[in-house]
């Protein structure tokens, strides 16, 4: 298994091949397998594998050519809709549609859907994360057909890999472990921490292409603008509201 997980890569091209039903069922077990919250598992799975459906759910991915070419998506929401029910049918009034739970059942969803992943990856599947989903949540919710109390918090695509990309880069531990207590980094920590990252040849690349001084540049300029993160927060908090989170 950790030779599963140091050898994680992102997928984003896929062969034609289906997934077995068997496998499948295997990999959502494994997920339901992950810690959950008082063991209330505040999680729905949306398993998409229809074709016509794959091409209704494209443009909330910002048409992506995995987003279709995947024999299997898989939309995780948080999900308090179920548990209420289940709550109000045995006379026991809930308290869940606030902001604590919404974080609760933000963090049960992400962590069934990486047991998921990695069970999938553990059986030669590839996986690739999309994070459009809390951009285009209000389109989903329609195509999906959410109740209010469950909002669609990632999607994974999943199949077997028809590439063999390369690692990922990532920050050494220094940079992201913390003993005992928080040690705030310095403009030297920053540097050192930041220093391998910055010297790949593909960040290079990167320079180039999008013509800037800095890969920090790259991510606020580019990638994640101000002007789209504060349009697309809006939109989100919109969709929180309308699906029952924080009316207190």
């Not at 091409?55 to 995947?70: E, G, V």
């Not at 994070?131 to 389109?139: E, N, R, S, V």
């Not at 590439?163 to 913390?178: A, C, K, M, S």
């Not at 292409?209 to 809006?234: C, G, I, M, P, W």
């Amino acid at each position: 298994m950790l030779n599963t997980i140091f050898n994680h890569k992102s997928i984003r091209k896929f062969k034609n091949i289906s997934i077995s039903e068997n496998d499948l069922h295997e990999i959502l077990e494994a997920g339901t397998r992950a810690s959950t919250t008082g063991n209330m598992q505040i999680y729905s799975i949306i398993v998409t594998r229809d074709e016509e459906m794959k091409k209704k759910l494209a443009p909330t991915h910002f048409n992506q050519p995995m987003a279709t070419q995947a024999p299997v998506l898989l939309t995780f929401c948080a999900d308090i809709n179920r548990f209420n029910k289940w709550c109000k049918s045995r006379n026991a009034e809930p308290g869940y549609d606030n902001f604590l739970w919404f974080t609760n059942a933000v963090i049960d969803a992400m962590l069934v859907a990486q047991n998921c992943c990695i069970a999938a990856e553990d059986k030669g599947l590839g996986i690739c994360y999309l994070g459009t989903t809390t951009y285009t949540a209000d389109k989903i919710i329609e195509i999906l057909n959410l109740p209010k109390g469950v909002v669609p918090i990632t999607t994974v695509v999943m199949g077997y890999p028809d590439e063999n990309p390369g690692l990922t880069d990532r920050l050494l531990l220094e940079g992201v472990v913390h003993y005992e207590t928080y040690k705030d980094y310095s403009p030297e920590d920053i540097d050192r921490i930041y220093a391998e990252k910055e010297a790949l040849d593909s960040t290079q690349k990167l320079l180039i292409e999008n013509n800037k001084e800095s890969l920090a540049q790259v991510f606020t300029d580019n990638r994640y603008k101000k002007a789209d993160n504060l349009h697309f927060s809006k939109v989100f908090f919109k969709v929180l509201q309308e699906q029952g989170f924080f009316n207190q």
